[in-house]
């Protein structure tokens, strides 16, 4: 199994910036991909950017993201980081970091970490 840690949100005023991380332990071999899935209160959770862990690092992202936020990872591969930039309000929800296997089942899902764009 694996465990994934978010941090990184908070409060910010539109145009703002924030940075999340999640970390992942435990079963950590079995990761193939690792994504960011939104979920504003009332809404569905959704996709909004997922990067390869094994694979060169290829990154995709939805239309309501790009050009604002970037997802990297660092050289260990166990910690996947969502740069948001230029916030909207309707950015504002909690953030979950997922992992997914090389097959596309999920391996595992953080507990969320909230952002509220407001001013």
């Known amino acids: 199994q694996v465990q994934l840690v978010e941090s990184g949100g908070g409060l910010v005023q539109p145009g703002g910036s924030l940075r999340l991380s999640c970390a992942a332990s435990?079963?950590?071999?079995?990761?193939?991909?690792m994504g960011w899935y939104p979920q504003a209160p009332g809404k569905q959770r959704e996709w909004v950017a997922s990067?390869?862990?094994?694979?060169?690092?290829?990154?995709n992202y939805a239309d309501s993201v790009k050009g604002r936020f970037t997802i990297s990872r660092d050289n260990t591969k166990t910690t996947v980081y969502l740069q948001m930039n230029s916030l909207k309000p309707e950015d504002t929800a909690v953030y979950y970091c997922n992992s997914a296997n090389s097959y596309g089942v999920n391996v595992g899902w953080g507990q969320g970490t909230q952002v509220t764009v407001s001013s």
């Open positions: 435990g079963s950590t071999f079995s990761i193939y991909r």
């Open positions: 990067i390869s862990i094994n694979s060169g690092s290829s990154t």
